[in-house]
């Protein structure tokens, strides 16, 4: 018979967790204010509130923080890191930052001036934070499909080619570059494809506009144009990564996802003019630039995470376990982005809890409902992260309402996939009797998730 998958790795060390009785955990989530920010990490069960930063590093990784070197200036840290960087992306110039936002806030503060128009694929909440904190816009150029959940595309997550043509064609000196987010996290962790990568080169190219990417998940990416595109099979996934990054003038990495340390991100880029433009900006929020506002040992355990997660066994381990829970909620019916994604699931909450209204908050609603039921941790994607409109003020409803359950790297086994699933099962059969949902008491006027209190109607 042939024998079934399994993971690529052993278990050396383990964290153990709690379960919780559901009066405790409505205790908890009442003093919490029905904010799922709010609660201790103590007081959840599963944690699938993010794949940021919550990845389980190697022994090999542990091995290399023994040999930081903490030098202030030339730390040999900092040059393995960017040999590593290098040899991955050939891109020449490196700047480390503490993470992701850091990278676009250094990058962003040269590049991005009021009044610009910078085009994309669904940019990331940070990335809209520090183009729109600039006065700038944002232009969300993703193809439609990417907003019907149950859709069923392999690369989801493209940039739409005749949106960004007309995107350039109209704002042309407007628009400092194009940004490329691979994966594509907000329309639910979705790849984009290579050919999608070539066509917004050559618009880039005819118009004369260097592309950004944005990589934090560029791995899963790659593992999923080995998978799913014509040519590429037999293609490494190093390969694959040199590939999509030789379309690509530079790129700001949150280091925590698919680099899987707790917490480190860079800039790289081919462009001297960007790495000259930036630099100060380094020195000025982050640190001098061979450290950049990260410790040597992380630099050092990140250079390693970027090596062996751009091994097809650890990346297969990884988006099988994701697929796992998703064929488990096929299995139960509850509806989710299609297809599964590279980090997380995305269940679709506006079609499960189709009796709470809007003004109600269904994906929060369902991401309260999922701890209560059994003290496991999602996040909404929806109503409530979308923010107001900063010119009405009033909730933005346009986009989708999703819970995403985001799935940390060699943290959890399929059992608790099991767990997660039998879970929101247990809600998905009780979803008739959901009928109300919450609302504000209290917001920040900006990224007001984190810190919302919310009471229950
Ligand atoms: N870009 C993307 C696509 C991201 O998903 C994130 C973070 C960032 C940039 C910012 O990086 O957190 O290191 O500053 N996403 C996390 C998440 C927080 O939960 O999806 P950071």
Request: glycine letters at 8%; one cysteine or more; hydrophobic letters at 40%.
């Amino acid at each position: 018979m042939e024998l079934p998958f399994a993971e690529s790795w052993k278990i050396k060390m383990v964290e153990p967790i709690r379960k919780s009785t559901r009066e405790e955990r409505e205790i908890w989530m009442k003093k919490a204010h029905y904010n799922v920010f709010q609660l201790k990490s103590e007081q959840v069960y599963i944690d699938l509130i993010t794949d940021s930063g919550t990845g389980a590093m190697s022994d090999r990784q542990w091995a290399a923080m023994m040999l930081g070197d903490e030098s202030y200036a030339g730390a040999s840290s900092f040059y393995n890191l960017q040999e590593m960087i290098q040899r991955l992306t050939g891109f020449e110039y490196i700047i480390p930052t503490h993470q992701g936002r850091a990278a676009e806030n250094v990058l962003f503060s040269y590049l991005v001036h009021e009044g610009d128009i910078i085009p994309g694929n669904s940019h990331f909440d940070t990335t809209k934070g520090h183009i729109e904190g600039r006065k700038a816009i944002a232009l969300d150029c993703t193809i439609d499909a990417a907003r019907n959940t149950q859709t069923e595309l392999p690369f989801k997550g493209n940039v739409d080619a005749k949106k960004l043509e007309e995107a350039l064609e109209k704002y042309a000196d407007r628009v400092p570059f194009i940004i490329v987010t691979i994966t594509n996290n907000t329309a639910g962790g979705q790849p984009v494809s290579m050919q999608n990568l070539r066509e917004v080169r050559q618009l880039a190219n005819k118009y004369n506009k260097p592309v950004l990417f944005d990589s934090a998940r560029f791995a899963e990416n790659a593992y999923f144009i080995k998978t799913r595109e014509e040519g590429y099979a037999d293609k490494s996934i190093k390969e694959i990564v040199r590939e999509m990054f030789d379309l690509a003038d530079g790129m700001t990495m949150s280091a925590k996802k698919d680099g899987i340390v707790n917490m480190g991100g860079f800039i790289a880029t081919r462009l001297q003019d960007w790495y000259d433009g930036a630099k100060g900006y380094c020195v000025q929020f982050e640190g001098y630039l061979t450290y950049g506002g990260m410790n040597g040992r992380d630099m050092n355990a990140l250079a390693t995470g970027l090596d062996e997660n751009t091994e097809f066994d650890n990346l297969e381990s990884r988006i099988k376990q994701v697929q796992y829970l998703a064929q488990k909620l096929d299995e139960y019916g509850i509806p989710y982005q299609r297809p599964a994604g590279g980090h997380a699931i995305f269940v679709d909450a506006s079609k499960v809890l189709t009796h709470v209204p809007k003004e109600e908050f269904p994906a929060q609603t369902l991401t309260i409902e999922l701890f209560l039921e059994a003290g496991i941790r999602g996040c909404e994607i929806g109503y409530i992260l979308a923010d107001r409109d900063p010119i009405t003020r009033e909730n933005r409803y346009g986009g989708l309402d999703l819970l995403r359950l985001a799935i940390p790297r060699r943290v959890y086994t399929d059992n608790h996939m099991n767990v997660v699933a039998a879970a929101l099962k247990n809600v998905f059969d009780r979803r008739e009797n959901i009928t109300r949902g919450v609302n504000i008491a209290w917001e920040a006027p900006l990224m007001r998730h984190f810190t919302v209190k919310l009471e229950r109607l």
